[in-house]
C-alpha cells in the first residue's frame, strides 16, 4: 500500500502556491508593459501630437453669402470652437495658435428639390457652403484650403423660417464634423 507523507503533501503546496505566484507576476508585467506602450486609441479619432501640438485659433467665419442667415455666423463659429473645446486637450484660442482655422460663408441656398405630378415641389433644399484655410504650424504639409458643403431637405409646404433653426443645426454639426475630422482626425 503506497502511503504519502505529510511532508510531501506540504511540498507539493509550496510547489503550487510558488506557480501560483509566478503566473501572477507574469501577468502583472505583462500589464504593465501594455499599459506604457505609447499606443493609443480616442473615441473622439483625434490623431494629435500633444507634445508639440498644444493650441487651436478659430477666427469668426463671416457670412459672405448672398443670401444672409443674420444668425448662421456666430452659431457656425461657436459650434466649431465648441467642438475642438470638447473632444481635444488644445487649447482654443482668437488666433495664432499651433493650428490655425479660418474661412467664411460662401453660400446659404435655397432650392427646390423632388417635382411632384402636378408640377409643384415635393420638397426644398438648404444648402450652405463654407470655405475654410487651415494651416497647421508644427507640420506645415498638413494644411489646406477647402470648401465644405452640407444640405437639408424639408417638406416644400413648408416655410424656410419655421424649419430653418433644425435645419442649420444639423448642417453646422455635419460641416463641423467634417473639419474637425479632416484637420485633427485625419481619417
Known amino acids: 500500500m503506497a502511503y504519502k507523507s505529510n511532508s510531501d503533501s506540504g511540498l507539493t503546496a509550496t510547489r503550487s502556491n510558488r506557480r501560483f505566484i509566478a503566473g501572477l507576476t507574469a501577468i502583472a508585467v505583462s500589464l504593465l508593459l501594455l499599459n506604457s506602450c505609447s499606443i493609443s486609441y480616442k473615441m473622439n479619432g483625434a490623431n494629435i501630437n500633444y507634445q508639440t501640438t498644444h493650441s487651436i485659433s478659430i477666427a469668426d467665419f463671416p457670412n459672405n453669402a448672398p443670401m444672409v442667415n443674420p444668425t448662421l455666423s456666430s452659431a457656425f463659429t461657436e459650434a466649431l470652437r465648441d467642438l475642438y473645446t470638447r473632444q481635444t486637450r488644445l487649447q482654443v484660442l482668437r488666433k495664432n495658435g499651433d493650428l490655425e482655422i479660418e ?85
Do not use: M
Open 103 to 187: 474661412g467664411e460663408i460662401v453660400g446659404y441656398d435655397l432650392t427646390q428639390g423632388a417635382i411632384k405630378p402636378d408640377s409643384y415641389a415635393s420638397e426644398s433644399r438648404l444648402t450652405v457652403r463654407i470655405t475654410v484655410h487651415f494651416t497647421n504650424n508644427i507640420y506645415p504639409e498638413e494644411s489646406f484650403d477647402r470648401t465644405y458643403s452640407a444640405y437639408q431637405t424639408f417638406d416644400a409646404s413648408r416655410l424656410l423660417s419655421d424649419v430653418q433653426e433644425e435645419l442649420c443645426t444639423a448642417i453646422i454639426d455635419e460641416i463641423a464634423n467634417n473639419i474637425y475630422n479632416d484637420t485633427v482626425a485625419r481619417w
